[in-house]
């Protein structure tokens, strides 16, 4: 791709991901996985590391991760399927068992797109995982996660509740099957800032920039160079903002 087209398409890569009007396909974590700007700005999150670890060390695990819409559930899930060589740069399905020379992994990606029906049923498939020697990772909004596991046995809602506030590692029980509840909600997530934030002005994505003749007076040239020169405060302000958010 030449530097002309690089920095045009990296901009609109970036206006694809707000939700100011119905151009926000970017934002979905299935057009991310595909998106060739996607490895370039990616920042890889330690609950992802955390999985992978579980999963290299055989512990065949169920591992229900939830939190608030958009908060990154299914990047997470995205990030160790691609760490595991699981998946390349295909995107998602709905749900799937994946496996290779080393790992089996089954995978529901948004359980909350799905009806009720499945939802009980890809639950109750995800539990049985250990037993054939398989991690399973279910992605969830947390409504319909808690409406799903108290239909399964509905003297587990007290617990689960109390899991999602606390978010201990600490695993949960049900028909004789072990389980962990992951709440993005209750996890710090500003470590990233820095990364993201250099990786976003990195040069080698704004190559235009220095020909295009319009770079005096160019909006968008001006934030960059803006964030370039305080990047430290803009950063403080990032992680102060979602401090307050989170607490």
Known sequence: MGDELMTRKFVDYLNSMNNV????????????????????IHVDRKLGYFIQESIKNNEHKVFFITGHAGD?????????????????????????????????????????????????KLINEALEMPDKEATAIVISNTGPLIKTLKKINSDLESDVITQLDKNEYKELE?????????????????????????????????????NCGKEKVCHINFNKKLIENHKNRISEFIKSYYRWLYE
């Open 72 to 120: 990154g559930k299914t990047s997470i899930l995205a990030q160790i399927l691609k760490e595991l060589d699981l998946i390349k740069d295909q995107g998602l399905k709905e749900y799937d068992f994946l496996e290779n020379s080393n790992y089996k992994v089954f995978y529901v990606k948004d359980m909350s797109e799905l009806e009720e029906s499945t939802q009980e």
């Open 174 to 210: 049900v028909q004789d099957k072990k389980f962990s509840i992951i709440n993005l909600a209750r996890i710090d997530n500003i470590d990233f800032v820095d990364e993201i934030l250099e990786k976003i002005i990195d040069e080698t994505l704004w190559c235009e920039c220095e």
């Open 21 to 40: 009007d119905g151009n926000s396909t970017g934002a979905l974590a299935e057009s991310q996985v595909i998106n060739k700007f996607y490895k370039k």
